[in-house]
């Protein structure tokens, strides 16, 4: 069975850093797109990050541009997102996502519907 297990997530102060991680079972990871998403309470959730299955291209929302990388080892099973300069903005549930899209996600990479498999969630709290 195809499981997403996202771990890192925790308590931090303003302009510190977490990295988040999730490793995949169950899927070839190499064949499929992956990304991050966040949601808080009672909100939507938003696309924070993608990237391709080689992990050649990435995408970021703009909210995130420039503080949080995303990047993937396939041979680990595991894809990561580094998050630099937090805020209490960046407070939420976050998740990662896989999807598979030979042709690409184009114009979809942050869009929760164009994503199949999703983990648990992991907290992040950041406090001012």
């Known amino acids: 069975a195809q499981k997403l297990v996202e771990s890192g997530g925790g308590s931090v102060q303003a302009g510190g850093s977490l990295r988040l991680s999730c490793l995949v079972s169950?899927?070839?990871?190499?064949?499929?797109?992956m990304g991050w998403f966040r949601q808080a309470p009672g909100k939507k959730r938003e696309g924070v990050s993608h990237?391709?299955?080689?992990?050649?291209?990435?995408r970021y929302a703009d909210s995130v541009k420039g503080r949080f990388t995303i990047y993937r080892d396939n041979a680990k099973n595991t894809l990561y997102l580094q998050m630099n300069i937090l805020s209490p903005d960046d407070t939420d549930m976050y998740y990662c996502?896989?999807?598979?899209?030979?042709?690409?996600?184009?114009?979809?990479?942050?869009?929760?519907?164009?994503?199949?498999?999703w983990g648990q969630g992991t907290q992040d709290t950041v406090s001012s």
């Open positions: 169950g899927l070839n990871l190499d064949e499929y797109e």
């Open positions: 996502a896989a999807g598979f899209s030979p042709g690409g996600m184009i114009g979809m990479v942050l869009n929760e519907e164009a994503y199949s498999y």
């Open positions: 990237i391709s299955p080689s992990g050649d291209g990435t």
